[in-house]
Nanobody, 120 residues
Framework: QVHVVESGGGLVQAGGSLRLSCEVSAFAFRAVTMGWYRQAPGKERELVADVTKDGSTTYLDSVKGRFTISMDDGKNAAYLQMNSLKPEDTAVYYC??????????????WGQGTQVTVSS
């Protein structure tokens, strides 16, 4: 059974920082991609950042230069350092872990989400 657990959300003032953590709890799990998504009320879920096993990263344009994603391969963990936070960053943030399941099939697993609220 695969469990994806996020932590680190909270309430901060604009300009502040938060560091989100995500860990995968599963026997012999080997993530090929881990990422962070977010969803604000009334909006669709969007990719914030992801990172692959080879170190390639992707960022939402609006967070480039402010957010940094990293992966700890040994722990199947991912982190999102968020600096210079803005009110528009307010959302529920979800961690995603992806693994190869054989026959070219990929499986995605999701965390329960952690709330990030940035006040004006």
């Amino acid at each position: 059974q695969v469990h994806v657990v996020e932590s680190g959300g909270g309430l901060v003032q604009a300009g502040g920082s938060l560091r989100l953590s995500c860990e995968v709890s599963a026997f012999a799990f080997r993530a090929v991609t881990m990422g962070w998504y977010r969803q604000a009320p009334g909006k669709e879920r969007e990719l914030v950042a992801d990172v692959t096993k080879d170190g390639s990263t992707t960022y939402l344009d609006s967070v480039k230069g402010r957010f940094t994603i990293s992966m700890d391969d040994g722990k199947n963990a991912a982190y999102l350092q968020m600096n210079s936070l803005k009110p528009e960053d307010t959302a529920v943030y979800y961690c995603m872990a992806e693994r190869m399941a054989g026959w070219g099939r990929r499986e995605k697993y999701w965390g329960q989400g952690t709330q990030v609220t940035v006040s004006s």
